[in-house]
């Protein structure tokens, strides 16, 4: 039997658009996660699993596998998985949903008569027998060969109604837009994290921009240096005007191109890699002058040796050319600079450079955490 969104009552469209709302906020997967734990609640039902079928291998003997998140917790226990992985071609909407992208919700009854269901040896090993649970009715995430993904609800005691099918129906679009959006942020946080990772030998960080000049991703403070010197509108999660005009003027440019600011004692360097869907900026600040030793030591928890080493990543110096300046080897030097992020609770050289230019930039006071001297 069709059914739409037209078939509800007011207060069930209300708490379907307020789910809907909550779902586009969420930002990580744990997040997104808590508000599909509330589909029982909205939709009237005893339990809900969330998660992926993996089918086996053709012509494998291998059970299929569940990864899935319950609720109440654990309620969907090893056993119950054990079995629904041996018996999962038994189960009628899976095995519906394995056949491609479905748009509704799909109830058990849609399949088989509540007697065939009961007669089933999946129904007796994983959900009736032992669960008590009779009724279920689910809403297809993503779907591709080998993988399902699903939110299904399960109820002890009646089936699910066509007013349950319109509730999920209305719901599950938003439910399948907030997971792909979750995977994405985090797809992109992932190559961030490569990037930043790749090159922070150089003191860079990063971010990410989309075709709009929105900032969707940024490493450990490349974000505050670019509030720094361009001020308060990068906050709002777009580039600076001033960035965004070069950017989209040096687009089309072989090559990275740069943009580079002064404003003594540092200098902020920009490159464009244009990309796709992403382009990524490089932001890296320098010191246009040495940065004393001296006067790092005295204001932050550092020895004098990390001082020494911590003025030269300022000044842009990579941890072989610091060695060869203090005549120390390059373990030696990356031990150092282990230490200087550790007390300076920092992950990169931007972040150790943004706190050594912080501090030479600073009018002298009392010593601040001065620590003795070690080699």
Not at 114 to 132: F, I, K, P, T
Not at 320 to 348: D, M, P, W
């Amino acid at each position: 039997m069709a059914s739409s969104a037209a078939d509800l009552g007011s207060s069930d469209l209300r708490s379907a658009l307020g789910f809907a709302a909550d779902l586009a906020d969420c930002a990580d997967a744990a997040t997104l996660e808590e508000q599909v734990h509330r589909l029982p609640r909205i939709v009237g039902a005893d339990t809900i699993i969330v998660g992926s079928v993996h089918k086996p291998r053709p012509g494998s003997r291998e059970p299929a596998r569940l990864v899935a998140s319950d609720d109440p917790p654990g309620f969907f226990d090893e056993e119950a998985r054990e079995a629904f992985g041996r018996l999962w071609r038994q189960q009628p909407v899976v095995v519906h949903h394995f056949g491609g992208f479905v748009a509704g919700a799909s109830k058990l009854s849609d399949f088989l008569s509540e007697r065939e269901w009961r007669r089933s040896e999946v129904y007796n090993d994983c959900y009736g027998r032992r669960l008590g649970l009779a009724w279920e009715i689910s809403a297809q995430i993503n779907c591709t060969a080998a993988e399902l993904s699903c939110a299904a609800l399960q109820r002890a005691d009646h089936d699910f109604s066509e007013r349950d099918r319109s509730l999920l129906e209305t719901i599950a679009p938003h439910l399948r837009a907030a997971y792909a959006r979750v995977e994405a942020m985090a797809d992109r946080r992932r190559r961030l994290e490569l990037l930043e990772r790749g090159f922070e030998h150089s003191g860079e960080g990063f971010v990410l921009v989309d075709r709009a000049g929105g900032i969707v991703a940024a490493g450990p403070r490349a974000k505050d240096v670019l509030r720094d010197w361009f001020g308060e509108a990068t906050t709002r999660g777009s580039l600076p005007p001033e960035v965004e005009a070069w950017r989209r003027r040096e687009r089309g440019s072989p090559g990275p191109v740069a943009l580079e600011r002064r404003r003594a004692p540092r200098v902020l360097l920009l490159r464009l890699i244009a990309g796709e869907p992403e382009d990524a900026i490089l932001v890296a600040e320098r010191s246009t002058e040495a940065v004393d030793p001296e006067q790092l030591r005295r204001r932050l928890p550092i020895s004098r040796r990390e001082a020494q080493v911590l003025a030269l990543i300022a000044s842009g110096m990579m941890n072989a050319a610091i060695a060869h300046q203090l005549g120390v080897s390059v373990h030696t030097v990356n031990r150092h600079v282990e230490h200087v992020y550790a007390k300076l609770g920092v992950h990169n050289r931007a972040a150790a450079t943004a706190a050594a230019l912080a501090v030479s930039t600073r009018p002298e006071q009392d010593p601040a955490g001065a620590t003795d001297d070690r080699a």
